[in-house]
């Protein structure tokens, strides 16, 4: 088989769709933070509403959303702040979820584009994972919409296209890997003294209180500072596993390698406490949840599920019941 | 453990899908994978302003790159290396724009955009906002970053958006857009406190401590930036005597410029 033909093959697997479901709860609790959070700050319009109406700054049109809609009115705004909540609520719940994902998309980039001084990287981020939640059939399993189709909340037998997890993965290596390349500075970088965390912790504006105290721990920060630009720009590593599993079986040498490693397990571990530290000492808004949100996506179905049951059986202190096999795929084998 | 515990379960092998939405599929994800790896290439984008290059923060990165080469036997100046960086930069940003044009509506409608400077660098000179009151002839300290005591309207200024903003502000590049945020909280003040005459708004640019000043309490030397006093209630600006320590070249009322969105390194 051609490549062509083979990669047209591979984009035609299915899996069960309990992962890209539980992405899309995250996502949606992660729309309704980044958006309610604004609300109740009171910042919705000296940041989004243009300065003739009561915001801080000239705006101008705005993004196209918003200027179809006519501006950045206080009405406009607030139509467009309810809508993403709303959409949010709906992509939570999983009704509708590829439409209400697509609402929720224009709404942050609608909103958050309206005013570049006021956001981050997470804006952006957020805005690819709701754009991959359009692709894919995220209300499946584990929805509203399940619960109403079949009379349960989750469909053990309903499976959904693989690629847009696999995009998913594609879009959290993109996002580790980029940065790593970008960070040139001599504080990061070898030959340095591997003082960048430290310095970044002593930034006033993300930093939730003064951090001189961690004065005594500059040798942990400089390790950390260390694994972390490694971690960064070898995370494309991770999918090597992916290819290694993938294989045949018996696979020998490097593939064996790789599989038997798991790298996908060191790193996801070293970023989850790199994210969790990052929350419990600095502000810097829903980055580290919607980061971790696309970690879900590293594991195949079958995967957390085998998980699930071993706590299940860890907590009932009870050996793991034997797993019940995946219905067949469209191409009748379980994806990577 | 076994090769066929790690791997996936065995294929069962199936001819490949033929219609023509199959085809259309892959085309598609082909798309999204180059629209996504292309943005994603290193770029510098919004830090391509002669005046951020300034900053003593780049600077020093600069000073500390020249070093290096020419410790590696490089022959270089540190005013050479920043100009054949801004060439290579400024030939860099054209060709990637070259290569993104296709892209551009997929990134606007689809919110595909890719862009992960997030802490490139940490910033050596970063600016602490203070905001001041003027009561009664006496001026009192309402709000300091980071400071538990003196957080008047923290609730708003400590939310990470309005941290971005607050951060960018500190910044040369931002004098429109700095005055009109100085004007909005000016407002405010004029709400909360009635009997204030004026309002001052201000950043100390110092650098941060080492972990050995950290420890001994020695706090880097600074100075005052980006200084703007208003009247109260309407916000008028007021022409101070710059307080000890200002910088006289940067005073908050320079350029027209309301900058670009991602002219500086946000998370």
Redesign the interface.
Known sequence: MNPWRRLVAMLAETEPGSVQALFRIAIGLCVLGAVGTVVVAGLVEPLWVDRTFGGYRDLGRGPWLVAWLGGPTPRVVWGLVAATLASGTLLTLGIGSRGAALVALQGVMGLTWLNGHAGGSYDELLANALWLLVLSRSDATLSLSCRLRTGAWTDPTARVASWPRWLMVLQLVVVYSSTGFQKVSSYWVPGGDFSALWYILQQPSWQRVDMRWAAPFFPLTQLATALTWCWEISYPLVLATFWARRGPDRANGLRQLLRRLDLRRPYALFGALMHVGTLLLMNVGPFSAITLSFYLTLWHPDELRSVGRRLRSWATARPPAPAPPSPPGRTGRPAA | ?T??A?????????P??QGLR??L??AF??F??AA??LA???APDGGMKRAAWKDRTVQE?FA??TG?LQGLGVEIEQPELEERLWTLAVAWQGGRQQLLRPFQPYY?????????????????Y????HIDLRRGGTWETIYV??D?DRGWLG??L????????????AWPQ?G??WR??C??VAAQAATDFPDADAIRLRYWKAR??S??E??SGAEPPGQWIRTRTLALPDGTPLHEPEPDGADPADNGDDGDD?????AAE??
């Not at chain 2, 409608?109 to 910033?123: E, I, L, N, T």
């Not at chain 2, 400590?158 to 502000?169: E, G, K, L, P, W």
């Not at chain 2, 309301?258 to 991602?262: A, S």
């Open positions: 453990m090769d066929a790690t791997a996936e379960p065995a294929r069962v092998p199936s490949a899908p199959a085809h599929r892959a994800v082909v999204h994978v996504v790896l994603a290439m290193p990165e500390a790159w290096r606007q409608y689809a919110g595909a955009w890719q862009s992960w400077r997030m802490f490139v660098a940490p910033h050596r970063p600016g602490r906002l970053a980071r538990p609730r708003q400590d939310h990470d958006r309005m941290r971005s903003v607050i951060f960018r502000y931002y429109r857009a009109h945020w004007a909005w941060t401590p972990p050995d950290a420890r309301d900058g670009d969105d991602d946000v998370p």
